[in-house]
């Protein structure tokens, strides 16, 4: 019988670690795709796909709302993070590196990282 794998699925902002580099990136993100300089984000995250951030985010600063263009943004956004959480002020919350390096070494556990982009009244 084969061995069974216990799926671990972690949040990212307000579980793993807070930060706020999610609006700025995604406004850097928005300027490597397109000529806009000055990208309206000023938009509700919380408790959003992050599909639906990107399409009103497109829709907001009047770009094609495709399949291809979202793929452009969210490239970008993906490629910009990691440096952008290196640079910030962001907190890894307490126990988090201890948690992760062991799971991490338990054969038998898989880890994801998702997100549900926490809503504004949580914050």
Request: net charge negative; with cysteine.
């Amino acid at each position: 019988m084969p061995s069974r794998k216990l799926c671990v699925l972690f949040d990212i902002d307000g579980t793993l670690l807070i930060t706020d580099v999610g609006r700025v990136t995604l406004e850097q993100a928005i300027r490597d795709v397109s000529d806009i300089q000055d990208p309206c984000c000023d938009i509700r995250f919380g408790g959003r796909t992050d599909r639906s951030i990107v399409t009103e985010l497109l829709e907001r600063n009047r770009l094609p709302v495709t399949e291809e263009m979202f793929n452009a943004v969210r490239d970008s956004y993906l490629r910009l993070l990691p440096g952008a959480i290196t640079q910030s002020d962001g907190v890894l919350l307490p126990g988090v590196q201890e948690l992760l390096i062991r799971l991490q070494g338990d054969p038998r556990v898989v880890l994801f990282a998702m997100t549900g982009n926490r809503s504004e009244e949580h914050m």
